[in-house]
C-alpha cells in the first residue's frame, strides 16, 4: 500500500460515463495520488472490490463518483476506502511509509 483515503462516501454514480472514479482534488492531493492511476475500491456497505482509475473531479465539492460499470457497484451513500499501491524494492519497502488520510465522512473534506 503506498496510499489510502480511508472512509469517503460515495457522491454519485454514473452508469453512462465512461470508466473511472472522479475525485475531488483536494483529495486526490492529500493522498498523493495521481491522475490516471490505478486504485482499489473497497466498498465497506456491500464488501464489493473493484479495480479502476482515478480523474480529477471538481475542486472543493468533496466529490467521490463513481463512473461505468463501477456506478453499478457503489451506490451514492456507500462508504468506500480508497488504496493506491506502488511497487518497491525489498530495501525500499522496509523503510516506506504509506500515505493514509482520514477525511470527514460526511463531507469528504479533510481534516
Not at 488504496?83 to 516506506?96: D, S, V
Request: aromatic share 4%.
Amino acid at each position: 500500500m503506498r496510499s489510502k483515503l480511508h472512509r469517503l462516501t460515495v457522491t454519485e454514480a454514473d452508469l453512462n460515463y465512461v470508466g473511472s472514479i472522479s475525485l475531488d482534488p483536494n483529495l486526490m492531493e492529500a493522498a498523493g495520488l495521481l491522475e490516471g492511476e490505478k486504485v482499489q475500491i473497497v466498498n465497506v456497505n456491500n464488501g464489493e472490490r473493484l479495480e479502476t482509475y482515478t480523474i480529477k473531479g471538481e475542486r472543493g465539492t468533496g466529490q467521490v463518483c463513481l463512473n461505468g460499470p463501477a456506478a453499478r457497484r457503489c451506490q451514492p451513500g456507500d462508504v468506500i476506502i480508497i488504496i493506491a499501491y506502488g511497487m518497491m524494492t525489498l530495501e525500499e519497502a522496509k523503510t516506506f511509509t504509506p500515505t493514509v488520510v482520514f477525511p470527514d465522512t460526511d463531507t469528504n473534506t479533510i481534516l
